[in-house]
C-alpha cells in the first residue's frame, strides 16, 4: 500500500554568502580570508576555525586552473532530472584552491581550465 | 581499552528488497538469530544501540518501534548514524560500553529499510551524503558520482581500468552466490559490468552496490560475563580504529584513496600490535568496485596504485593472501546502511568460527579485519578481531 507522503521545503540562508551568488551572477567566483591569519577558505566561510577571528574579507579567485578529475552525470537525483547529462569536476586554481564545477568541453584529467560561471554555479571550461 | 570485549553472538537478516515485511519485523529476524545464536534472552541485554540512518523508509525516528518489537523496551536508550559506517558507529558505541565497565552485555542492531522510496528520492538522499550547500545544490551530485571522482582520478594516476573495477564486481556476485542471505544470488561477467547502464561515469550500475533493506545484530560482552557464560568461541576485539575527513570532497586535495580510511587503520593496528600482511580475512566497503580496489590500498595490503594486481592476480579470493568479502560484499551481498558494518562483524565471527560452509577460509592465525566507511570517506571505522 502507499504510505503518506512526506514532501520537505527549505529555505536556505542566503544573505551569509550573498558576495558570492552575486559573485556567480557576473561569472566571478569569490571567497573569503581571514584578515587575521591570513587564511584563504574555499568554499567561503563567516568564522575562522584556525584562528577564531569572524573577520573576513572577500576576495577574487583566479580563473586559470587544472582539471583535477570529473564523473559525467547520467543517472539525475531529485531536483535535476530536467538538465541533460552534465559533467561534475574538481579543479584547482592557479591559487591552489580546489572547487568543485560542471565541465564544459571535452574532460580529461590534468587538461588546463578557464573558470567561469553560468550564473547559477562555477563552470570550467576545458581548454584546447 | 580498559576491559576485553568480545562478540558473543550474531544475527543476519536475507538483505535484499524485503517489501514482504516493515522495519520491525527485519530488525527482529537479525535479533533473534543473535540471541539464539548466544543463547540469551532480550532479560540478558544490558542496553542495545540501534544504528539506522532511516532517511529512506517511513520510521524515521525506527529505534522506539524496533526496540518495542524486539521486546528491548527500557534498553535502546540511543540510535546512532554515521551514514553507510551506520553499523559500525553501533558496534563502537557498544564496544565503549563495556570497555569502560558501563554495561556488561551489549546488543547492537542495525537496520534500514531503503526501498520504501523510488530511486530518484534515493539518489538525491545520497547526494546530500557530502555538504548540500556547497555541492549538491549547485552541481547535483549523486553519491555514485563522488566515488566516481576517485575512479576517473586513480585511473589516470595509476592506469587502472574499467575492467579492473569490473573484477571485483565479478568476484561479489561469485561469493554472493553462495551466501542464502545475499541481496543478489547471480554470477556475472566482466562483459556485463561493461555494457551496464552508465549510472555517473565511469561507474556503470553493475560497478554499485543496490539499495538495499536489511538487519544485522551483534552481540558483545565483557571477558567477565565470556567466563561466567562459558561461551565457547568468544572472538575478541582487539583493534578499533576511526576517522573522518572533510564533507567538501574538493577541499581533500587528492582522490585516490580515502584519508579516514588509512587513519582508521593504523589506528586499530596499532592497537592491535599487528601489520596488514597479519590479516588473512578482510569484510572491505566496496559500495562500488573502484572501493575495493582503494580499500587493498588504504588498508595497507599493496601500496598506493596496486590494489587492481591483488584483484587480478586472485590473492583475494578464498584461500588467497587476504580473503576478501567472501560473503559477496555490499556489491551482491547488499547494502543497508545500518545494518551493513554489524554484517561485516557477522561475517568475520563466522569465518573465525569456522562455520562460513562453503565459503570457509583458511586460517594460521585467525585474525581478521572490518573496514567500513561512511560517506565518501567521511567516516571510517576499520576494525580487527582474532579468536
Known amino acids: 500500500m502507499d504510505g503518506i507522503p512526506l514532501l520537505f521545503k527549505y529555505t536556505v540562508p542566503d544573505k551569509l554568502y550573498e558576495k558570492f551568488w552575486e559573485g556567480l551572477k557576473k561569472g566571478e567566483i569569490y571567497t573569503t580570508k581571514c584578515k587575521k591569519c591570513g587564511t584563504l577558505y574555499y568554499p567561503p566561510r563567516k568564522d575562522c576555525e584556525k584562528c577564531m577571528s569572524s573577520d573576513m574579507e572577500w576576495v577574487k579567485l583566479s580563473n586559470e586552473g587544472i582539471?583535477?578529475?570529473?564523473?559525467?552525470?547520467?543517472?539525475?537525483?531529485?531536483?535535476?532530472?530536467?538538465?541533460?547529462?552534465?559533467?561534475?569536476?574538481?579543479?584547482?586554481?592557479?591559487?591552489?584552491?580546489?572547487?568543485?564545477?560542471w565541465v564544459k568541453g571535452e574532460a580529461k584529467v590534468g587538461k588546463k581550465v578557464r573558470l567561469t560561471t553560468d550564473g547559477q554555479r562555477v563552470i570550467c571550461e576545458v581548454i584546447e | 581499552m580498559n576491559r576485553k570485549v568480545a562478540v558473543i553472538g550474531v544475527g543476519n537478516s536475507k538483505f535484499g528488497k524485503r517489501d514482504d515485511v516493515t522495519i520491525k519485523e527485519l530488525a527482529w529476524e537479525s535479533v533473534k538469530e543473535a540471541l539464539e545464536d548466544s543463547d540469551l534472552t532480550q532479560k540478558d541485554i544490558d542496553i542495545t544501540v540501534i544504528g539506522s540512518?532511516?532517511?529512506?523508509?517511513?520510521?524515521?525516528?525506527?529505534?522506539?518501534?524496533?526496540?518495542?518489537?524486539?521486546?528491548?523496551?527500557?534498553?535502546?536508550?540511543?540510535?546512532?548514524?554515521?551514514?553507510?559506517?551506520?553499523?559500525?558507529?553501533?558496534?563502537?558505541?557498544?564496544?565503549?560500553?563495556?570497555?569502560?565497565?558501563?554495561?556488561?552485555?551489549?546488543?547492537?542492531?542495525?537496520?534500514?529499510?531503503?526501498?520504501?522510496?523510488?530511486?530518484?528520492?534515493?539518489?538525491?538522499?545520497?547526494g546530500r551524503g557530502g555538504n548540500y550547500y556547497w555541492e549538491f545544490h549547485m552541481y547535483g551530485t549523486?553519491?555514485?558520482?563522488?566515488?566516481?571522482?576517485?575512479?576517473?582520478?586513480?585511473?589516470?594516476?595509476?592506469?587502472?581500468?574499467?575492467?579492473?573495477?569490473?573484477?571485483?564486481?565479478?568476484?561479489?556476485?561469485?561469493?554472493?552466490?553462495?551466501?542464502?542471505?545475499?541481496?543478489?544470488?547471480?554470477?556475472?561477467?566482466?562483459?556485463?559490468?561493461?555494457?551496464?547502464?552508465?549510472?555517473?561515469?565511469?561507474?556503470?550500475?553493475?560497478?554499485?552496490?543496490?539499495?538495499?533493506?536489511?538487519?544485522?545484530?551483534?552481540?558483545?560482552?565483557?571477558?567477565?560475563?565470556?567466563?561466567?557464560?562459558?561461551?565457547?568461541?568468544?572472538?575478541?576485539?582487539?583493534?578499533?580504529?576511526?576517522?573522518?575527513?572533510?564533507?567538501?570532497?574538493?577541499?581533500?586535495?587528492?582522490?585516490?584513496?580515502?584519508?579516514?580510511?588509512?587513519?582508521?587503520?593504523?589506528?586499530?593496528?596499532?592497537?592491535?600490535?599487528?601489520?596488514?600482511?597479519?590479516?588473512?580475512?578482510?569484510?572491505?566497503?566496496?559500495?562500488?568496485?573502484?572501493?575495493?580496489?582503494?580499500?587493498?590500498?588504504?588498508?595497507g595490503f599493496v601500496e598506493k596504485g596496486k590494489g587492481a594486481e591483488l584483484l587480478r592476480e586472485g590473492q583475494t579470493e578464498k584461500d588467497g593472501k587476504v580473503a576478501v568479502n567472501l560473503f559477496g560484499g555490499l556489491k551482491a551481498k547488499g547494502h543497508p546502511l545500518g545494518a551493513t558494518g554489524l554484517s561485516m562483524i557477522y561475517e568475520v565471527t563466522k569465518q573465525l568460527r569456522e562455520e562460513a560452509g562453503p565459503v570457509q577460509h583458511s586460517f594460521k592465525r585467525y585474525v581478521a579485519l572490518t573496514h567500513n566507511v561512511g560517506g565518501t570517506g567521511h567516516y571510517a571505522y576499520v576494525m580487527i578481531f582474532n579468536r
Open chain 2, 53 to 126: 540512518t532511516a532517511y529512506r523508509g517511513t520510521e524515521i525516528y525506527p529505534a522506539p518501534p524496533v526496540s518495542e518489537y524486539c521486546g528491548l523496551v527500557g534498553k535502546s536508550p540511543i540510535r546512532v548514524e554515521a551514514a553507510c559506517a551506520t553499523g559500525s558507529s553501533a558496534a563502537f558505541t557498544a564496544i565503549n560500553l563495556i570497555a569502560s565497565g558501563l554495561a556488561d552485555i551489549v546488543m547492537a542492531i542495525g537496520v534500514d529499510k531503503m526501498t520504501e522510496v523510488d530511486t530518484s528520492t534515493s539518489l538525491a538522499i545520497g
Open chain 1, 67 to 101: 582539471l583535477m578529475t570529473y564523473s559525467i552525470v547520467k543517472q539525475k537525483p531529485q531536483g535535476f532530472e530536467n538538465y541533460s547529462d552534465y559533467i561534475v569536476g574538481i579543479a584547482r586554481n592557479s591559487d591552489g584552491v580546489n572547487l568543485m564545477c
Open chain 2, 142 to 299: 549523486t553519491f555514485p558520482t563522488y566515488y566516481a571522482l576517485y575512479a576517473t582520478r586513480h585511473m589516470a594516476l595509476f592506469g587502472t581500468t574499467e575492467e579492473d573495477m569490473a573484477l571485483a564486481s565479478v568476484k561479489a556476485h561469485k561469493y554472493a552466490s553462495l551466501n542464502e542471505k545475499a541481496h543478489f544470488r547471480n554470477k556475472i561477467t566482466v562483459e556485463d559490468v561493461l555494457k551496464s547502464r552508465v549510472i555517473s561515469w565511469p561507474i556503470k550500475l553493475l560497478d554499485s552496490s543496490p539499495i538495499s533493506d536489511g538487519s544485522a545484530t551483534v552481540i558483545f560482552a565483557s571477558e567477565e560475563k565470556v567466563r561466567e557464560l562459558k561461551i565457547d568461541t568468544p572472538i575478541w576485539v582487539k583493534g578499533v580504529g576511526y576517522s573522518s575527513d572533510t564533507s567538501y570532497i574538493a577541499a581533500r586535495g587528492e582522490w585516490v584513496g580515502l584519508e579516514a580510511a588509512r587513519d582508521a587503520a593504523a589506528k586499530a593496528y596499532k592497537m592491535a600490535k599487528i601489520s596488514p600482511l597479519d590479516i588473512e580475512y578482510a569484510t572491505v566497503h566496496d559500495c562500488f568496485s573502484i572501493a575495493e580496489i582503494m580499500a587493498y590500498e588504504d588498508l
